[in-house]
T-cell receptor, first 110, second 113 residues
C-alpha cells in the first residue's frame, strides 16, 4: 500500500533561515499535496503538485517533485515563528485513499 | 464563510456508550471523509463518501459507521466505543474526489474510558 515518509521527523531553526522537508513514497501517484497543522488543529492545504509537474511556488513555499526518485520536498524560505507547525505530505494514487505521511514538526525560534 | 464544522470538539465517554460526531460543510462538496490521527501513526482514513448515499471504507473502518443522507452532512457513529478509539478525529471535504485539495474541520478530541 502507499505509504509516505517525511524526513526529518523534527526540525528546529532560527527565524530567517530556510526549512526543507522531504517526503518519499512507494507507488506511482496522480498528485502529491502538502498540508500544515498547527498544534492539535485541522490541517490546512498548502500546495498540490501533479505528477507531470516538477516544481511549484506559492509565496515563500517551493515544492519539488521527482517521480523517478518517488520523492518531494517542501522548502519554506525566510521562516518566521508563525511557521511553527507540523507539515504533512499526502499522496493521491488514483482509486486508493489519500495517504498521509507521519509529518515533520518544525520549530522556528525568534 | 466556507468551512467544515464538527461537533462536539471535545468528548469524554465510557466504553460501550454510543456516540455520534457530526460533520457539516457549506461548500456544496461532493466528497467527504473521516480521519483519525494518532501519535506516531499520522492520519488514517476511516470512511469516505463520494456523494449522497454513497459511502465506502477507508483504511481503518472497524468500529465505526457513517451515513450520507444529505450532501452537507457526514456523521461518524461509534456504536460501542472502546478505549482504542481514543483519538483526534477530523472530517474533511473536497469538491469532487479524494485527489483534490481537502478542507479539514477543526477536529474532535475523543477520550473513551
Amino acid at each position: 500500500s502507499q505509504q509516505g515518509e517525511e524526513d526529518p521527523q523534527a526540525l528546529s531553526i532560527q527565524e530567517g533561515e530556510n526549512a526543507t522537508m522531504n517526503c518519499s513514497y512507494k507507488t506511482s501517484i496522480n498528485n502529491l499535496q502538502w498540508y500544515r497543522q498547527n498544534s492539535g488543529r485541522g490541517l490546512v492545504h498548502l500546495i498540490l503538485i501533479r505528477s507531470n509537474e516538477r516544481e511549484k511556488h506559492s509565496g515563500r513555499l517551493r515544492v519539488t517533485l521527482d517521480t523517478s526518485k518517488k520523492s518531494s520536498s517542501l522548502l519554506i524560505t525566510a521562516s518566521r515563528a508563525a511557521d511553527t507547525a507540523s507539515y504533512f505530505c499526502a499522496m493521491n494514487s488514483g482509486y486508493s485513499t489519500l495517504t498521509f505521511g507521519k509529518g515533520t514538526m518544525l520549530l522556528v525560534s525568534p | 464563510e466556507a468551512q467544515v464544522t464538527q461537533n462536539p470538539r471535545y468528548l469524554i465517554t465510557v466504553t460501550g456508550k454510543k456516540l455520534t460526531v457530526t460533520c457539516s460543510q457549506n461548500m456544496n462538496h461532493e466528497y467527504m471523509s473521516w480521519y483519525r490521527q494518532d501519535p506516531g501513526l499520522g492520519l488514517r482514513q476511516i470512511y469516505y463518501s463520494m456523494n449522497v448515499e454513497v459511502t465506502d471504507k477507508g483504511d481503518v473502518p472497524e468500529g465505526y459507521k457513517v451515513s450520507r443522507k444529505e450532501k452537507r452532512n457526514f456523521p461518524l457513529i461509534l456504536e460501542s466505543p472502546s478505549p482504542n478509539q481514543t483519538s483526534l478525529y477530523f472530517c474533511a471535504s473536497s469538491p469532487r474526489d479524494r485527489g483534490e485539495t481537502q478542507y479539514f474541520g477543526p477536529g474532535t478530541r475523543l477520550l473513551v474510558l
